[in-house]
């Protein structure tokens, strides 16, 4: 099926073929990030969670776990917990990066301040390892805490490697899978866990959940130089911040002294000057960066399809595979 001419988006099937199971899973996130004794936990945390986001992650979790034919009810909590970790990786990563915008709306940093989003972000996480022990399943215990773990990893190595124009494509993978593919990856291999699958089974969830990941990272970092997308970014916003994603690292690697030169100023010393996004804009295309970029997202992408293969047919698995195709339908 061509994703493109399809009625509606996969996540919004696979949302409406697990309307229930989000029901409960929403229910119990409103839940548990209530406080008796701090009511700005719950200010902040609804500003993000009630603010529309696709909750794909927790999606992926309820969607392998059903696959698998797990029939509940500790589904419910671990999707709550991969979207309580995530939840709280936006509320630290908006203070790091000195946000003003999540998902169209002002950040919480902004509405209250830096302690708030980094204290309650620590709450969400502490609400995290609470709903997970109360599967009673230590495996998935490791799996979500080493997420948790890498996640955190992926952050302060992508501070280290900042403006670094050294940073390599082996770097940069390392900060994808930490900071995106991480979470993807523990949210479909904990739904195999729990069904207590084979390992091929369990085994194929992470690596969908690690490829759809990485190609969901690289696309959204394409599109920074494309545009015209639900991101919310504006063309040239990684730019700007000096972000040094793939497109940028494969054109300093193949740039000539003057090239060189010109990137060093803009992203190492922050010296941007009118027209430089445009000059940019025209050594990524010069060089191919942003086609080769765009051609790993979609190896990426079928290498997560491939994966599929080892799970049972059923109409989950093929919304997974239309998934993977939608996230570079994008750049296709």
């Given at each position: ?189 904990v739904g195999g866990v729990i069904a207590e699958r ?113 799970l049972p047919q059923s109409e989950l698995r093929d ?14």
């Open positions: 099926m061509n994703v493109m001419e399809s009625v509606t988006k996969p996540h919004e099937r696979l949302a409406d073929l697990l309307t229930d199971e989000m029901g409960a899973v929403n229910t119990l996130i409103r839940e548990r990030m209530a406080s008796n004794h701090a009511p700005r936990i719950p200010e902040v945390t609804a500003h993000l969670v009630e603010a529309g986001g696709k909750r794909l992650r927790p999606m992926l979790t309820i969607a392998s776990a059903k696959l698998c034919g797990y029939g509940g009810p500790y589904h419910i909590h671990l999707a709550a917990t991969v979207e309580f970790i995530h939840t709280a990786t936006l509320l630290h990563d908006d203070v790091v990066d000195e946000s003003a915008k999540r998902r169209g709306r002002p950040t919480a940093n902004l509405l209250w301040d830096n302690k708030s989003s980094v204290l309650v972000g620590d709450y969400l996480f502490a609400r995290s390892f609470q709903l997970m022990t109360e599967s009673g399943n230590l495996r998935v215990l490791r799996i979500l805490s080493d997420a948790a773990a890498t996640i955190a990893e992926g952050e302060v190595l992508q501070l280290t490697a900042a403006q670094d124009l050294t940073t390599s494509e082996e770097i940069y993978l390392q900060v994808v899978r930490g900071k995106t593919a991480a979470l993807f990856s523990a949210a479909t291999e084979p390992e091929v089974e369990i085994k194929a969830l992470f690596d969908y959940g690690d490829a759809l990941g990485i190609s969901f990272q690289i696309v959204d970092d394409l599109l920074d130089y494309w545009g015209g997308d639900a991101t919310g970014k504006n063309i040239g916003d990684d730019f700007r911040e000096r972000k040094l994603t793939l497109p940028l690292i494969k054109a300093y690697a193949k740039a000539n002294d003057e090239e060189q030169a010109f990137w060093k100023r803009v992203i190492e010393k922050g010296d941007q000057r009118d027209g430089d996004l445009e000059r940019a804009l025209q050594l990524l295309n010069a060089h191919g960066a942003l086609e080769e970029t765009r051609q790993e997202a979609l190896a990426w992408a079928e290498k997560a399809k491939t994966a599929m293969a080892a919304l997974l595979i239309d998934l993977a195709d939608y996230v570079v339908a994008r750049v296709n």
